[in-house]
């Protein structure tokens, strides 16, 4: 696929714009430094291999081509030629309208990358705030489970014990009826004790 090697002109085969064809630099060394002075690129040279070293029949007279033949060819002599070249002016405001374009869309980037960084760094701080009072919290309530999970413990073994004098105590007479004992087994969701009955 070919391109037009003239600076700022967008043609290229992969376009198919109708009537446009592209033409290689001459390789008579005369013609081809008239070219290269016209197409003005700084530190470029045409080679054979590179898709960039044609010019497109935009940049060029109609009297440059040849009436004769089916395709489209050049006149062998066709010397200064480039009608829509911009002069030396123009490519300097082009290039400055880019550079001031570029500063500015590099300036808007860094400033919108700088308020994420410290939108970021706030939730990262409130996140990490949150986790260390979900961590205390759930510290605390284990605690409570433990605690209450160890008097249940204690209150079973209570129970046995009691269960165990009772029968023992059951050939005795004269000992006062046993106190009815309710036991907490654990908690129900809303942190009420759940008894054995």
């Known amino acids: 696929m070919r391109y037009c090697c003239v600076p700022f002109c967008t043609s290229s085969q992969r376009k198919k714009q109708p009537g446009v064809s592209f033409h290689e630099i001459p390789a008579d060394a005369t013609l081809r430094e008239q070219w290269l002075k016209v197409i003005s690129r700084k530190d470029w040279q045409p080679n054979s291999?590179?898709?960039?070293?044609?010019?497109?029949?935009?940049?060029?007279?109609?009297?440059?081509?040849?009436?004769?033949?089916?395709?489209?060819?050049?006149?062998?002599?066709?010397?200064?030629?480039?009608?829509?070249?911009?002069?030396?002016?123009?490519?300097?405001?082009?290039?400055?309208?880019?550079?001031a374009k570029l500063?500015?869309?590099?300036?808007?980037?860094?400033?919108?990358?700088?308020?994420?960084?410290?939108?970021?760094?706030?939730?990262?701080?409130?996140?990490?705030?949150s986790s260390f009072q979900l961590e205390a919290a759930l510290s605390e309530h284990r605690a409570q489970i433990t605690a209450l999970e160890d008097a249940c413990e204690r209150a079973k073994q209570q129970a046995a014990q009691l269960a165990k004098t009772r029968q023992d105590g059951a050939a005795l007479t004269g000992l006062p009826e046993p106190l009815e004992l309710t036991v907490v087994l654990g908690l129900d969701e809303f942190g009420y004790g759940v008894v054995d009955s």
Request: hydrophobic share 35%.
């Open 49 to 99: 291999t590179s898709n960039y070293s044609a010019v497109c029949s935009l940049h060029l007279l109609d009297a440059d081509f040849r009436e004769d033949t089916k395709r489209r060819m050049l006149k062998p002599v066709v010397g200064v030629m480039l009608t829509d070249i911009l002069d030396v002016e123009e490519i300097e405001l082009l290039a400055e309208a880019s550079r």
């Open 103 to 129: 500063e500015s869309y590099v300036s808007l980037n860094a400033k919108t990358t700088e308020e994420l960084r410290e939108e970021n760094a706030q939730l990262k701080a409130r996140c990490e705030r």
